[in-house]
């Protein structure tokens, strides 16, 4: 039970430091606007929207309630204070993330996934650890809506890294994640 707070905490304080709002120059975030019309009013504004933000875009449903996205990858700047601002939570996150480990393991297959998840975000709720797992600590994200479930894409730092981490989490849970191929 701590172990399952422990991560639903540890997804929050991700989600929140890896997002953020991003204005364009003429001061509207495109919350609310279709993500075609979103890439399509950047791509207008600025001559063409970025490769890697119109590949994020591109798997957004048209008919999505909300989309907010960003097209370019954070400030270092304000990363730097996001981090700043979180370190008191996340310091805090790993003290219950150690306790809940020191606890017995349970046999239930969505408890081993959660432990080998733990496992490899204790320690790593800075700029530096996240890296190490492959995620991009300035990213460019999209948070939107299938139906009433939000969907989060953030950029990677290291595709190959973040899949070492899943792989670890697989063997260490004796579960294999399922995979689709888009396209």
């Not at 890697?52 to 909300?66: E, K, N």
């Not at 081993?112 to 530096?128: C, D, M, P, T």
């Not at 991009?136 to 953030?154: E, N």
Request: glycine share 10%.
């Amino acid at each position: 039970m701590r172990l399952s707070k422990a991560l639903i905490l540890a997804t929050a304080v991700s989600a929140l430091a890896l997002t953020g709002c991003n204005k364009g120059a003429d001061g509207e975030g495109g919350a609310g606007k279709p993500a075609a019309q979103q890439g399509k009013a950047g791509a207008a504004k600025k001559g063409a929207a970025p490769a890697a933000a119109s590949a994020m875009l591109a798997h957004i449903p048209a008919d999505s309630p909300y989309v907010f996205a960003s097209g370019q990858p954070m400030p270092k700047e304000a990363m730097d204070k996001i981090f700043g601002l979180l370190e008191p939570i996340t310091k805090k996150l790993d003290e219950e993330l150690t306790k809940a480990l020191a606890e017995p393991a349970s046999d239930r297959p969505e408890d081993k996934v959660g432990r080998a998840i733990a496992e490899e975000l204790k320690g790593n709720f800075n700029r530096a650890g996240l890296e190490k797992l492959g995620i991009d600590t300035q990213p460019m994200f999209a948070l939107y809506g299938v139906g009433v479930l939000p969907v989060m894409r953030i950029s990677l730092k290291d595709p190959a890294a973040f899949k070492a981490m899943i792989a670890r989490v697989e063997k260490k849970s004796g579960m294999k994640a399922p995979t689709a191929k888009l396209g």
